[in-house]
C-alpha cells in the first residue's frame, strides 16, 4: 500500500492540470478578444470623429442635400448608424462616417439619373486646374449646388471624395454608364460655368491693367 500510495503521489493531479488548462484557453480566448475589439472603432472613437471632423462632414452632407435641414439630419444619422451599425476598422473610422453621411443624403433625396437615349460621348476627365477656378483655387460651392441632385451627387463623390465608379454605382443603385453620364454633365456645367466667371471679370481685369 505504501508504494502504491507513493506512485500513485508521483504523477500530478489530472483534474488540477485539466483545469489549469482550460483557464489558460479561457485566458487566451479573452487576449484574442480584446485584441480582436481594439482593432475597431466604439462609440467614443466615432464621437471624437464627428467632434474632430464635424465642419468638413457637415460640409459634405450640405453638399449633397443642398439643405441646412436635411444636412444636419444627414448627419446625425450618421453618426447614430456609426454607432449602432456595422463595426469599422479603427484605421478607416473616417472613411467609413462619411460613407454613412453619403448613404443617409442618398436615402434622403433618393437622386435618379436622367436617362438620355444620345450615346455615350467620351468621359471628360478635366484637371484640378480647370476646375478649381474660385477663390484660393477652391471650387465654388453655389456652382456645385446648382447642379442636378444626381449629377451632384456623381461629381461629389467620385471627384471631391474620391469614390470609384463602381462604389458609386452601387451606393446610388445604378449603372456605370449612368454614373459616367452623370459625371460628364457635372463636368460640363462646371467648366461652363467656370469659363463663364473668366469672361465676367475679364473686362475687370484689362481695366485694372489700363491703370
Not at 493531479?13 to 479561457?26: I, W
Not at 484574442?32 to 464621437?47: I, P, S
Not at 470609384?164 to 460655368?193: P, V
Amino acid at each position: 500500500m505504501v508504494r502504491a500510495f507513493g506512485f500513485r503521489s508521483g504523477f500530478p493531479n489530472e483534474r488540477a492540470l485539466r483545469f489549469r488548462d482550460k483557464e489558460m484557453t479561457e485566458r487566451g480566448h479573452i487576449q484574442v478578444r480584446e485584441e480582436q475589439a481594439n482593432q475597431y472603432a466604439n462609440r467614443e472613437d466615432f464621437h471624437a470623429i464627428f467632434t474632430e471632423h464635424l465642419h468638413e462632414f457637415y460640409q459634405l452632407s450640405f453638399l449633397l442635400t443642398r439643405d441646412p435641414a436635411k444636412a444636419e439630419r444627414c448627419l446625425v444619422s450618421g453618426l447614430e448608424d456609426c454607432v449602432t451599425g456595422n463595426r469599422a476598422f479603427r484605421e478607416w473610422a473616417r472613411s467609413w462616417a462619411k460613407r454613412t453621411i453619403v448613404q443617409n443624403a442618398i436615402r434622403e433625396l433618393k437622386p435618379r439619373p436622367i436617362h438620355s437615349n444620345s450615346p455615350l460621348s467620351e468621359t471628360i476627365l478635366p484637371d484640378n486646374g480647370q476646375l478649381l477656378s474660385g477663390p484660393g483655387g477652391h471650387i465654388a460651392m453655389d456652382v456645385v449646388l446648382g447642379l442636378e441632385d444626381f449629377e451632384r451627387f456623381v461629381f461629389v463623390m467620385s471627384f471631391l471624395e474620391h469614390y470609384s465608379e463602381h462604389d458609386c454605382a452601387l451606393l446610388l443603385g445604378c449603372s456605370l454608364r449612368e454614373i459616367r453620364e452623370g459625371r460628364n454633365r457635372a463636368f460640363r456645367e462646371l467648366m461652363d460655368s467656370s469659363q463663364r466667371d473668366l469672361l465676367q471679370n475679364q473686362p475687370f481685369m484689362q481695366e485694372n491693367k489700363r491703370r
